[in-house]
């Protein structure tokens, strides 16, 4: 080049790859909402909460094992107050149960107020809040898969 020519700076990618990742996770889980509960299923006919996990993940290139118990040996395990979007959230919906049973993807953080979506048996896909007392009971971790 010469003096009066410029090359283009050459662009510093500073954004982070996870949120965006993360994003386009919940989003696609997001296009399920409403989709009624069916144990076993993975389709818009019908999903329990880890197929619609294994499902959303999968479609953005992410392979998870296909139930919440194994799901919650995957990641790294973290702090509720660390939790984030695109983070896993790990329950035990029954009392004579011994094995974390249930799991819900966060889709969002706001004021202290964990938002997350999963597949529940009476209403199927749908947003909840972990301040809601049943989900806050039943809680027994969170990890990061991203």
Known sequence: TS?????????ISSANPIPEKADQIINTALSYSGV??????TTVKGMDCSGLLYISFAKNEIDLPRTSHLMADEGKRIRIEDVSKGDLLFFKTSSRGKRINHVGLVVSVKNNDIRFIHATTSRG??????????WNYAFVKAARIL
Request: charge should be positive; avoid cysteine; aromatic fraction near 12%.
């Open 36 to 41: 009624k509960y069916k144990y076993g299923g």
């Open 3 to 11: 003096a009066n020519e410029t090359s283009a700076p050459t662009p």
């Open 125 to 134: 896909v749908v947003v909840s809040s972990l301040r809601e007392g049943f």
